[in-house]
């Protein structure tokens, strides 16, 4: 009881909105307006055609396509060539419904059209107006972010219950996009005494900066020219910007920086009470059951409202447990970008090394001598423990880790004189690098390459360098699934700004919870676990360049050990074609079979006066959970297991007929009964049997092994993983 759980922050930079410090209030100048048109934004919107020239509609399983072209090579056609760039892209086209076309395009393309006699309207899609997600987090800092500003095309948002026993300082900043806040700290108190509030406040204002960046990536307004000191100018976007934001803080840093499980349980309980659409956490700490989890258990009946919780899996790799594991809620991990931000490391001797820095001053071309942290009093450069005439003029390399944040490092170097820093990653944890906004010239390197850096520095009498900095750089390739390392924000940064990079699934997870808003304002008949099966089924596994995308520890093709469904494609999960709908039942079922007893199942999930008797349920466990996913332990040579999945029909073609392509693991055989779906109604269900036979007599020289099952009736792709993990190994397996 009472176990803290640490925000999480790393990979899948995005440029947001970002709190101000209590210590020093914001300026009173907006960084933008929202709602104010840029000719130049690209938004999504839905054009209506005139009938007389709608293309025809055909009456093949292949229209849609079709259709969808024939509109793009209309649109080619109205636009002239001085507005025609960037080229629109067409989402969806409708002949049943409308006749017409959703497509990404700037506001000057839109007017354009509207202009035409056979555009009859064109309207700016409204990014699931009204859904409301609930910010388990840090607090949110509204004061002139334009992010968070009231939309004056919308009616008032009705104010949670929450709102109405706030702080009046921070009541005062609800509005349509805000409408609701509380904090939670009697946990956090009863741990660790009362609060410091000489240094941050008790209101649900953010004084670390987490929770408002979180929200803005959930749901803020679209800002214009949003920069960190120049790097990255571009338009700041939450994913869906018309959702509402409702904030329980429950995350405090003085006089210790934590998140208490009570503290998380009750904001949990006060979201489902205010009724929230979704329910994004961005806070983690592994459990090893499902009764160790708030996300789990409070989780379990947040989305037997209807409610979609989302949570991050933690940024400790693939090597240790996930956090918020518990099959109703979506667990998000990161992936990187294809944006870097080069920090380069380049030695008296010519050696180049890779580093990466969001270090916004100038290149200096003259080399300046070297130093370890470790000769200057401080390997890890702590605060007081450099030797200022040592490290004087010079550029410190500092080790990583040694409770110190990588900026602190770059500060503490500069306090004691000297002019820059190198950060050597910690070994096996931070090969894949973490870009730090730094105060002074500073980079991260590998260990492997830190290493090299040192080698230099020991074998040569006056070791020199210099660091070179190249803003932002855009590559080709993008995603892929790295490994990840704990990170929290800076303590030490004095640096006031409306915008900051962050990175991790702290910041992944509130982008899946705004598509979660999305999807359930577009299809709201749509449960929670049709909702994570859609996004699951039409996730894509491979990276820009079209190859598979990769781990970023090893080089190889990632797992769905390592990334799980795969990453997120929003516009296809709105039209998945089959879901599988997990139902209470199966839940019941899922708990029975782990072991859990009828009073920890009644007392603790379902809470609704209802008796669980596990004797006459199947005892499915997580193989038969109703999920769009497998994982078995593989057998003995020549043995089975049989596992069962249902499926509805959510597509548009009610006598749709689906077929199976599959790639079975490695060691494995892998077969499907019946071989085919045939439907005949809308939402009806069919199910089928997947059988598992290991057909490797000595087992396989890996962990793992992984293949895929998917189901098309030549529209949809309803994508599965498949992994197995062998007997060897299988004790290293963590468990539910």
């Avoid at 410090?21 to 914001?26: F, K, L, M, Q």
């Avoid at 240790?320 to 944006?339: D, E, H, K, Q």
């Avoid at 995603?479 to 640096?495: E, F, K, L, W």
Wanted: hydrophobic residues 40%.
């Amino acid at each position: 009881m009472g176990k803290p759980l640490v925000v999480t922050l790393l990979l899948c930079s995005s440029l947001l909105a970002v709190a101000a410090a209590a210590a020093s209030p914001p300026s009173s100048t907006a960084a933008g307006h929202a709602g104010e048109p840029d000719d130049d934004v690209v938004s999504t919107y839905i054009v209506h055609v005139m009938p007389p020239h709608a293309p025809r509609r055909l009456p093949t399983h292949r229209a849609s396509r079709r259709l969808t072209r024939a509109y793009a090579s209309l649109v080619r056609g109205l636009l002239p060539r001085h507005i025609a760039d960037p080229a629109p892209r067409l989402l969806y086209s409708y002949a049943h419904a409308e006749t017409g076309f959703v497509a990404r395009l700037t506001a000057r393309q839109a007017a354009h059209l509207e202009a035409q006699p056979s555009i009859a309207a064109v309207a700016e899609s409204n990014g699931a107006v009204d859904a409301v997600i609930g910010v388990i987090d840090t607090g949110i800092y509204p004061k002139d972010r334009a992010s968070f500003a009231p939309d004056h095309l919308c009616l008032q948002h009705r104010l949670l219950p929450s709102v109405l026993r706030v702080v009046v300082s921070a009541s005062a900043y609800c509005n349509n996009k805000l409408v609701g806040a509380k904090t939670f700290y009697r946990g956090y108190e009863a741990e660790h005494g009362p609060i410091d509030e000489r240094m941050q406040t008790k209101s649900p204002l953010d004084t670390i900066g987490h929770g408002t960046h979180t929200s803005s990536t959930a749901a803020g307004h679209a800002v214009p020219n949003a920069n960190l000191f120049g790097l990255t100018n571009g338009i700041a976007k939450g994913t869906a910007p018309g959702a509402r934001i409702a904030m329980y803080k429950v995350c405090w840093e003085y006089p210790i920086p934590e998140c208490i499980t009570t503290d998380i349980l009750a904001a949990l309980d006060e979201a489902i009470a205010d009724g929230v659409d979704v329910i994004s956490i961005s806070l983690g700490s592994p459990g090893e059951t499902i009764l160790s989890e708030p996300t789990s258990t409070a989780g379990f009946n947040a989305v037997r409202k209807g409610i979609v919780v989302v949570g991050s899996a933690g940024n400790d790799g693939t090597k240790y447990p996930v956090c918020n594991i518990a099959p109703w809620v979506l667990t998000v991990g990161a992936s990187s970008m294809n944006r870097q931000f080069p920090g380069i490391v380049v030695l008296g001797n010519d050696q180049t090394f890779f580093g990466t820095s969001l270090y916004p001053g100038n290149t200096h071309d003259s080399l300046k001598p070297l130093v370890h942290g470790y000769s200057a009093g401080s390997p890890y450069c702590v605060i007081g423990k450099l030797i200022s005439k040592i490290v004087a003029g010079k550029i410190v390399l500092c080790e990583a880790g040694g409770e110190v944040q990588d900026v602190e490092k770059g500060v503490v170097v500069d306090m004691a004189g000297g002019y820059g820093a190198i950060i050597r990653g910690i070994s096996n944890v931070d090969e894949y690098l973490i870009t730090t906004a730094h105060l002074v010239p500073a980079t991260k390197v590998s260990h492997a390459d830190g290493e090299q850096i040192l080698q230099y520095m020991n074998t040569v009498p006056y070791p020199v360098g210099k660091i070179l900095f190249y803003g932002t750089v855009v590559g080709s390739t993008s995603p892929s699934a790295p490994r990840v390392v704990r990170r929290r924000g800076s303590a030490v940064d004095p640096r006031r700004v409306k915008f900051n990079i962050i990175s991790g699934t702290s910041m992944s997870c509130p982008h899946v919870s705004g598509i979660a808003a999305l999807l359930k304002k577009a299809r709201p008949s749509w449960s929670p676990e049709m909702i994570m099966s859609a996004l699951m089924t039409t996730a894509y596994g491979t990276d820009s360049a079209g190859d598979d995308i990769k781990d970023m520890a090893t080089g190889m093709a990632a797992g769905p050990f390592d990334l799980g469904a795969g990453h997120v494609d929003p516009n296809r999960a709105l039209d998945p074609g089959l879901v599988y709908d997990a139902g209470m039942d199966d839940y019941l079922d899922f708990l029975c079979g782990l072991g859990y007893s009828q009073k920890q199942i009644d007392g603790i999930f379902t809470k609704d006066g209802s008796v669980t008797n596990c004797s006459t349920r199947e005892r499915a466990g997580a193989a038969n959970l109703n999920r769009p996913s497998f994982s078995v332990f593989a057998g003995a040579y020549g043995e089975s297991v049989i596992l069962r999945r249902t499926v509805r029909n959510v597509g548009s073609n009610v006598n749709a007929v689906y077929t199976f392509r599959l790639s079975s693991p490695p060691g494995t055989e892998v077969s499907v009964s019946p071989g085919k779906l045939v439907f005949d109604a809308t939402h009806q269900t069919r199910t089928y049997r997947i059988r598992i036979q290991s057909t490797a007599p000595y087992g396989v020289f890996t962990r793992y092994t992984y293949g895929w099952i998917a189901w098309s009736d030549g529209v949809h792709r309803v994508r599965s993983p498949i992994a197995v993990s062998w007997p060897s190994q299988s004790a290293a397996v963590s468990t539910m």
